[in-house]
């Protein structure tokens, strides 16, 4: 059972809390994704399931054995590192089996290994060159190869796919994806691209400043955010939060935009709330909805995005197609009620409709 288990793992470094009582499971054969921006601890949990970094309080299982204080090499993992950490001098296959050869096994169970792995990852036509004749792309495969050929049930991967540009990461996305689910490894994989996270993902784990501020499915994290925070990371563009204020005071019926008169957006409720909706869920309409002025609309292809002031707040729009706004345009918002999404303006907690 290659699953691991975090029970309330923490972590400082002298004063500072990089871990703070850490706790998850990331099942046998799933792909677990550690999201969350820079200095937000997911580094540093990782090099706590690999055993680079000694645990301050908690426990780690890996297959069900307590590894909390056990040596790196005999916690059966692989690892994936940033920087490829490749040897310069020797050969892709040589660097592929590097780790075969330092545990000695056999020279004909190594070579059996390489043949399968390097046709796995595409570098069966690469295997006698050298890490400087290779692509971004190469290389990156070659660590890939390298974690693959231990045969190990778990995988570590440390923002692999940082130092490529945007067409290899979607290229190298797809092929980590793909050859984790044939070959049936559990992956923990560590990024600060919500899109790796939501593409790649069976499960994500969202970090804030060393703890966990949500955990589920991509489309869990997307679709009901439990605050404000888990809602600006996941989508492209974030989410709209916009302050409400109590329109009942103008005459309004319910709580209205902050800076406008209305119309109200929730019926009957207050201020001391933030709103949230996301950009493809709003619409142009001819009627009803609430006005807004236009300050730019950018058109990338398939969609526009459109962004547009409402009394004191910015509210992003993603139309699809092109769609021609001068600035300072007159137009109206509209969005059906299950769009609707709302925080507590203070903790910025999701709170009930």
Not at 187 to 205: K, L, P
Not at 219 to 245: C, K, Q
Not at 296 to 313: F, L, N, P, Q
């Amino acid at each position: 059972m290659s699953e691991i288990v975090l029970d309330k793992v923490s972590k400082c470094f002298g004063a500072v809390q990089a871990v703070d009582a850490v706790s998850f499971r990331a099942e046998k054969g799933k792909f677990v994704v550690l999201l969350g921006p820079s200095g937000c601890g997911k580094s540093t949990l990782l090099r706590l399931i690999a055993g680079l970094e000694q645990v301050g309080e908690g426990k780690i299982f890996i297959e069900g054995r307590d590894v909390t204080a056990l040596d790196p090499a005999r916690r059966r993992i692989s690892m994936v590192f940033q920087s490829y950490a490749l040897f310069p001098h020797l050969t892709v296959a040589e660097n592929i089996v590097f780790g075969l050869k330092v545990r000695r096994l056999p020279a004909d169970q190594r070579e059996k290994r390489l043949e399968r792995v390097a046709e796995l990852v595409g570098l069966t036509e690469r295997l006698e060159h050298k890490p400087q004749q290779l692509s971004g792309g190469q290389r990156q495969r070659v660590a890939l190869a390298r974690a693959i050929v231990s045969q190990n049930p778990v995988c570590l991967m440390d923002e692999p796919l940082s130092n490529l540009d945007a067409q290899l990461r979607h290229d190298m996305r797809v092929e980590i994806r793909s050859l984790q689910q044939r070959l049936g490894m559990t992956v923990v994989y560590v990024t600060h691209d919500q899109v790796e996270a939501m593409s790649m993902a069976d499960h994500v784990v969202l970090l804030r400043a060393g703890h966990i501020e949500q955990e589920g499915t991509p489309a869990e994290l997307y679709s009901r955010p439990a605050s404000t925070f888990a809602a600006r990371f996941i989508g492209t563009p974030a989410m709209n939060l916009v302050a409400l204020d109590d329109g009942r005071t103008g005459g309004a019926s319910g709580a209205v935009i902050r800076g406008t008169a209305g119309p109200a957006v929730l019926p009957g409720r207050g201020a001391g709330l933030t709103l949230g909706i996301r950009p493809e869920h709003i619409r142009l309409v001819d009627q009803g909805g609430v006005p807004a002025a236009v300050i730019s609309a950018e058109y990338h292809g398939a969609d526009t995005v459109v962004t547009a002031r409402v009394g004191g707040e910015l509210v992003l729009v993603r139309a699809p197609g092109q769609v021609a706004l001068a600035t300072g345009a007159q137009v109206r918002l509209g969005w059906e009620p299950d769009a609707v999404h709302l925080f507590d303006a203070l903790n910025g907690i999701r709170t009930g409709l």
